[in-house]
Nanobody, 120 residues
Framework: QVQLVESGGGLVQPGGSLRLSCSAS????????MSWYRQAPGKERELVAGDRSGGSNVYYANYADSVRGRFTISRDNAKNMVYLQMNSLKPEDTAVYYC??????????WGQGTQVTVSS
Protein backbone atom coordinates (compact mmCIF):
# COMPACT_ATOMS: atom_id res chain seq x y z
CA GLN A 1 0.00 0.00 0.00
CA VAL A 2 1.47 3.31 -1.11
CA GLN A 3 1.62 6.03 1.50
CA LEU A 4 3.00 9.55 1.54
CA VAL A 5 2.68 11.28 4.88
CA GLU A 6 3.65 14.94 5.25
CA SER A 7 4.52 16.61 8.52
CA GLY A 8 6.14 19.76 9.82
CA GLY A 9 3.60 22.37 8.84
CA GLY A 10 2.33 25.03 11.18
CA LEU A 11 2.10 28.71 11.93
CA VAL A 12 5.23 30.81 11.52
CA GLN A 13 5.96 34.52 11.45
CA PRO A 14 7.18 36.22 8.28
CA GLY A 15 10.90 35.71 7.92
CA GLY A 16 10.79 32.46 9.84
CA SER A 17 11.63 28.92 8.79
CA LEU A 18 9.94 25.55 8.65
CA ARG A 19 11.07 22.13 7.56
CA LEU A 20 8.51 19.87 5.96
CA SER A 21 9.02 16.12 5.88
CA CYS A 22 7.40 13.46 3.74
CA SER A 23 7.63 9.81 4.70
CA ALA A 24 7.12 7.38 1.81
CA SER A 25 6.27 3.70 1.82
CA UNK A 26 4.88 1.03 -0.47
CA UNK A 27 7.02 1.74 -3.54
CA UNK A 28 10.67 1.82 -4.60
CA UNK A 29 11.42 5.31 -3.37
CA UNK A 30 14.79 5.82 -5.03
CA UNK A 31 13.33 5.31 -8.51
CA UNK A 32 10.73 8.06 -8.17
CA UNK A 33 11.02 11.77 -8.73
CA MET A 34 9.87 13.52 -5.58
CA SER A 35 8.31 16.95 -5.51
CA TRP A 36 6.56 19.42 -3.28
CA TYR A 37 3.46 21.24 -4.47
CA ARG A 38 1.29 23.77 -2.74
CA GLN A 39 -2.23 25.05 -3.06
CA ALA A 40 -3.44 28.31 -1.61
CA PRO A 41 -7.15 29.08 -1.14
CA GLY A 42 -8.77 29.92 -4.42
CA LYS A 43 -5.67 29.04 -6.42
CA GLU A 44 -4.52 26.06 -8.43
CA ARG A 45 -1.99 23.62 -7.10
CA GLU A 46 1.52 24.64 -8.15
CA LEU A 47 4.92 23.01 -8.19
CA VAL A 48 7.23 24.40 -5.52
CA ALA A 49 10.29 22.16 -5.79
CA GLY A 50 11.15 18.95 -7.58
CA ASP A 51 13.95 16.41 -7.19
CA ARG A 52 14.29 14.56 -10.48
CA SER A 53 16.39 11.45 -10.75
CA GLY A 54 19.30 11.54 -13.15
CA GLY A 55 20.12 7.89 -12.57
CA SER A 56 22.78 6.29 -10.38
CA ASN A 57 21.58 8.13 -7.28
CA VAL A 58 22.05 11.51 -8.91
CA TYR A 59 19.18 13.94 -8.50
CA TYR A 60 18.51 17.33 -9.99
CA ALA A 61 16.51 19.92 -8.15
CA ASN A 62 14.30 22.55 -9.70
CA TYR A 63 12.36 25.33 -8.02
CA ALA A 64 9.54 27.72 -8.71
CA ASP A 65 10.85 31.23 -9.27
CA SER A 66 8.93 32.44 -6.24
CA VAL A 67 10.86 30.18 -3.84
CA ARG A 68 14.28 29.82 -5.47
CA GLY A 69 16.99 30.80 -3.03
CA ARG A 70 14.68 30.40 -0.03
CA PHE A 71 13.52 26.77 -0.23
CA THR A 72 15.64 23.63 -0.53
CA ILE A 73 14.42 20.15 -1.39
CA SER A 74 16.41 17.13 -0.27
CA ARG A 75 15.90 13.40 0.02
CA ASP A 76 17.21 10.49 2.03
CA ASN A 77 16.81 7.28 0.07
CA ALA A 78 17.90 5.16 3.03
CA LYS A 79 14.99 6.49 5.07
CA ASN A 80 12.48 6.95 2.23
CA MET A 81 12.14 10.59 3.16
CA VAL A 82 11.97 13.85 1.27
CA TYR A 83 12.26 17.25 2.91
CA LEU A 84 11.52 20.85 2.12
CA GLN A 85 13.51 23.40 4.07
CA MET A 86 11.71 26.73 3.86
CA ASN A 87 13.52 29.89 4.94
CA SER A 88 12.61 33.57 4.82
CA LEU A 89 8.95 32.66 4.69
CA LYS A 90 6.48 35.20 3.37
CA PRO A 91 2.71 35.50 3.85
CA GLU A 92 2.26 34.48 0.22
CA ASP A 93 3.83 31.12 1.04
CA THR A 94 0.71 30.29 3.03
CA ALA A 95 -0.83 27.16 1.51
CA VAL A 96 -1.38 23.46 1.95
CA TYR A 97 1.82 21.72 0.93
CA TYR A 98 1.66 18.33 -0.74
CA CYS A 99 4.29 15.67 -1.31
CA UNK A 100 4.25 13.99 -4.73
CA UNK A 101 6.00 10.88 -6.02
CA UNK A 102 6.14 10.45 -9.77
CA UNK A 103 7.54 7.83 -12.10
CA UNK A 104 6.96 8.69 -15.70
CA UNK A 105 3.75 10.36 -16.87
CA UNK A 106 1.33 7.73 -15.63
CA UNK A 107 2.41 6.67 -12.15
CA UNK A 108 2.08 9.20 -9.36
CA UNK A 109 1.06 9.43 -5.75
CA TRP A 110 0.04 12.26 -3.43
CA GLY A 111 0.12 12.82 0.28
CA GLN A 112 -2.74 14.32 2.25
CA GLY A 113 -1.06 17.70 2.67
CA THR A 114 0.17 19.81 5.55
CA GLN A 115 -0.90 23.38 6.26
CA VAL A 116 1.69 26.15 6.33
CA THR A 117 0.52 29.55 7.54
CA VAL A 118 2.83 32.55 7.50
CA SER A 119 1.39 35.37 9.54
CA SER A 120 2.30 37.82 12.25
Amino acid sequence: QVQLVESGGGLVQPGGSLRLSCSASGFTFSTYAMSWYRQAPGKERELVAGDRSGGSNVYYANYADSVRGRFTISRDNAKNMVYLQMNSLKPEDTAVYYCNAQRGPHIGYWGQGTQVTVSS
